[in-house]
């Protein structure tokens, strides 16, 4: 294939294919943890981080990697401890992060809006080796946690209270969670861009559950699904000269809406078959505890 043949492009797809991988991967604990637009934030504080490896000199990747802990961090203890003021809080963080960002690249020397543009929306020509290096050993790490882990993430993404009672250590869970996703963030933002890395989070995530039901099937299919738009829209980026980021993201909306009309009657047939099921069954049968699901699911 002659996009094969640019150094340039084998970058690109490398890191679209990690990309695809670690984005729905976290992304599945996010949205069972109700929190789908946490990657958007952690966005916008990375911007910071990157404006600061512009100034310093050092490689932006890597600052906005350490930025982005931190801001995820922070968002998790906002969360624990904020409960009157923590929305407050969470939008001065934000907004504070992004416009950290702009005012510290303009700032660097040689700093320009071409190069904010590249991390905010994505740009195929400049992934770098040294970027390539950052992107998969960030993704190593973001795998390992999300597939490793799995149970004991499902466990408290599902019921923290469950997750707390028999035994897990769910506040170090969690800010696992939140560093994960963190991370996530910037092994996306040279593909992706900044502001739309959470739609690859949530998105393919959505469009799984369309079709499943069962943790492992949902986690196989989104990630399937990320790695299938990553690529698409990488090549598609390449030949038709459009936004990387941009056309992935609306392949990734398009990818929800069919596999939507195509799950429809489907879920009809579920619903029927599982009033059938509720009618004929015995009522004490019915009783059954709601955290059992996520019992047999943890392994517990």
Request: hydrophobic fraction near 55%; proline fraction near 3%.
């Amino acid at each position: 294939m002659e996009i094969l043949n640019y150094a340039f492009m084998q970058r690109a797809l490398l890191a679209a294919v990690l990309v695809g991988i670690t984005a729905p991967a976290i992304g599945i604990y996010l949205v069972q943890r109700r929190q789908a637009l946490m990657g958007d934030g952690i966005g916008h504080v990375a911007m910071t981080g990157v404006g600061l490896g512009f100034l310093l000199s050092w490689s932006p990747v890597w600052m906005a990697t350490v930025v982005s802990v931190l801001g995820a961090v922070l968002m998790e203890l906002i969360r624990w401890y904020g409960r009157t003021r923590g929305d407050i809080a969470l939008a001065m963080l934000f907004y504070g992060g992004m416009a950290g960002g702009v005012m510290f690249i303009n700032l660097s020397p040689g700093g320009s809006n071409a190069n904010l543009t590249s991390y905010l929306f994505g740009s195929l020509s400049t992934v770098s080796e040294s970027d390539v290096t950052a992107i998969c050993l960030l993704a190593a790490f973001v795998v390992l946690v999300t597939v490793g882990l799995r149970r004991q993430l499902f466990a408290v993404s599902q019921d923290e209270e469950f997750a707390r009672v028999t035994g897990l250590p769910v506040r170090a869970l969690n800010l696992l969670t939140a560093v994960t996703a963190a991370v996530t963030v910037t092994v996306a933002m040279r593909v992706v861009g900044l502001l739309l890395v959470s739609a690859l989070m949530v998105v393919p995530v959505a469009a799984a559950q369309q079709l499943t039901r069962s943790f492992a099937a949902t986690f196989a299919i989104s990630v399937a699904l990320g790695v299938s738009v990553t690529i698409g829209g990488t090549v598609t980026s390449y030949y038709q000269d459009v936004p990387p980021g941009a056309t992935i993201v609306l392949l990734t909306i398009g990818a929800f809406i069919l596999l939507s009309v195509l799950a429809a009657p489907l879920a009809r047939r579920r619903a029927r078959a599982l009033a059938a099921a509720q009618s004929t069954a015995d009522p004490a049968e019915c009783k059954i505890p709601a955290t059992r699901g996520v019992a047999d699911e943890v392994g517990v």
